[in-house]
């Protein structure tokens, strides 16, 4: 419980001051790059006062001069503040299009190549594959979760298709991710995440090119992230 509030304290804390120094820095220079690296900080110094040790494999694998678009499977809500810092390049995500109508984050976060979604009308979501789309073009990576929500036991659910279709359209290569270790800290419907270990594996990237059938692709992928589960996961 100690842990637990001390957790709490380092966002009430960091969230407001954060966004005092970052905000006006970025709107001043038009360079969101300090607030990514402010960003990243934040989330793995909370991950670090939740008593949460991240280990990493599989790094050797990734051209760094390449954007990708690394997809995870997806356990808990540790997973973002886990896998993104791990990831060693500049990163977007797809986020909830409310959050873009909150006025200076909202203009921050488009600043930062932040894509937003509405997953409950198709035609938008539509909209925001292709503009992931744009954005992996013009050199910056994405996250995607192609589950699309949490799993509650922890096995891989069903993919969704938009992720492949982007990933088809744009040309960008796949890496898959398994992370493993979050679950057991910080379930589904849990707010508090107990201490323990995280590992995330990096798995070799997977070429868009060579497939020309999303379903082949999708299992591919797939069939990648599922290698490091245990096999009642996968």
């Not at 380092?10 to 300090?34: C, E, S």
């Not at 090119?209 to 096999?231: C, E, G, Q, T, Y």
């Amino acid at each position: 419980m100690i842990r637990a509030a001390i957790t709490l304290l380092f966002w009430i804390i960091f969230t407001p001051l954060a966004a005092l120094v970052a905000f006006p820095w970025t709107f001043i220079t038009g360079n969101v790059d300090f607030l990514y690296r402010i960003a990243i900080w934040g989330a793995r110094t909370g991950v670090r006062i939740a008593g949460v040790r991240t280990q990493v494999a599989g790094l050797e694998r990734l051209d760094r001069g390449r954007a990708y678009i690394y997809m995870s499977n997806h356990v808990s809500n540790l997973d973002p503040p886990v896998l993104i810092p791990a990831i060693p390049q500049r990163t977007s995500v797809m986020a909830k299009r409310e959050l873009f109508r909150i006025p200076v984050l909202g203009r921050a976060m488009r600043m930062a190549s932040l894509v937003p979604i509405d997953r409950s009308n198709k035609e938008t979501a539509i909209a925001s594959v292709r503009a992931a789309g744009e954005v992996l073009r013009s050199g910056i990576s994405m996250v995607v979760f192609p589950e699309g929500t949490r799993s509650a036991d922890g096995r891989l659910l069903p993919f969704k298709k938009g992720p492949f279709y982007m990933a088809l359209e744009s040309g960008v290569a796949i890496v898959p991710i398994t992370i493993l270790g979050t679950e057991q800290m910080l379930p589904k419907g849990k707010s508090a995440a107990r201490p323990g270990a995280a590992t995330v594996i990096f798995h070799p990237p997977i070429e868009t090119a060579l497939f020309s059938d999303r379903d082949m692709l999708m299992n591919a992928v797939r069939d990648a992230i599922a290698s490091a589960l245990p096999p009642e996961r996968r």
